[in-house]
């Protein structure tokens, strides 16, 4: 089945711990994305990549990190997390630019 | 003003209603338009992209006017699982770009 796979699906940590939020997509997607989801903001891009090696700043990059070592993977890296980091994350594939994303299930993340 | 913007809604119609959003966007370099449907806390699922001429799939139909530069989801004989957040997308051209409105949210009524 062509999926996007995130993990964990629900994550309670505390502030300044480091955590990495996995994302793997099945389909050969050149590009990827992640996203944060809050109430009455809507879904802001925290990163992209074009493709491996290749990642660049979205709307809110500031307090993450992104890898793309390989095509499938492109994980989320919190290297000190805080409270306002609080959020619905999502990642998302597509085939390249211009064409619908596919979305992991997401990971709700609470930074206490 | 917002660079995708849409009505939040709630839109409550009942079953059998024909009901439509719009999505204005602000860039008129904006390429690709896409509807999300989006359940709550579930991932946004894609509905359909929305090209220049317009596209029908069952009984949803998205157009695209680029003069107003707005988008339109209209949905026929509404059922109550249409209930969710629909979110329109505008990805600009020549980038990497997608922006998400922040969703108009409809309710369907027995």
């Known amino acids: 089945e062509a999926q996007v796979t995130q993990n964990p699906r629900y994550l309670i940590t505390v502030t300044g711990k480091k955590l990495t939020v996995t994302c793997s997509q099945n389909m050969n997607h050149e590009y990827m994305s992640w996203y944060r989801q809050d109430p009455g903001l809507g879904l802001r891009q925290i990163y992209y990549?074009?493709?491996?090696?290749?990642?660049d700043k979205g709307d809110v990059p500031e307090g993450y990190k992104v890898s793309r070592k390989e095509k499938r993977n492109f994980p989320l890296i919190l290297e000190s997390p805080s409270p306002n980091q609080t959020s619905l994350y999502f990642c998302?594939?597509?085939?390249?630019?211009?064409?619908?994303?596919?979305f992991g299930s997401g990971t709700r993340l609470t930074v206490v | 003003r917002k660079e995708v913007e849409q009505d939040p809604g709630p839109f409550n119609v009942p079953e059998g209603a024909t009901v439509a959003f719009n999505c204005t966007y602000s860039n008129s370099a904006s390429q690709s338009f896409f509807w999300y449907r989006q359940d709550c806390r579930k991932e946004p699922k894609l509905l359909m992209s929305?090209?220049?001429s317009g596209n029908e799939d069952g009984r949803f139909t998205a157009q695209l006017n680029r003069a107003s530069q707005y988008i339109s989801l209209l949905i026929r004989d509404s059922k109550l699982s249409d209930s969710a957040t629909y979110l329109c997308v505008v990805n600009e051209s020549g980038t990497y770009k997608y922006i998400f409105g922040t969703g108009t949210r409809l309710k369907v009524l027995a």
């Open positions: 990549s074009m493709n491996v090696e290749v990642t």
């Open positions: 929305v090209y220049s």
């Open positions: 998302a594939s597509s085939l390249a630019q211009g064409y619908g994303y596919t």
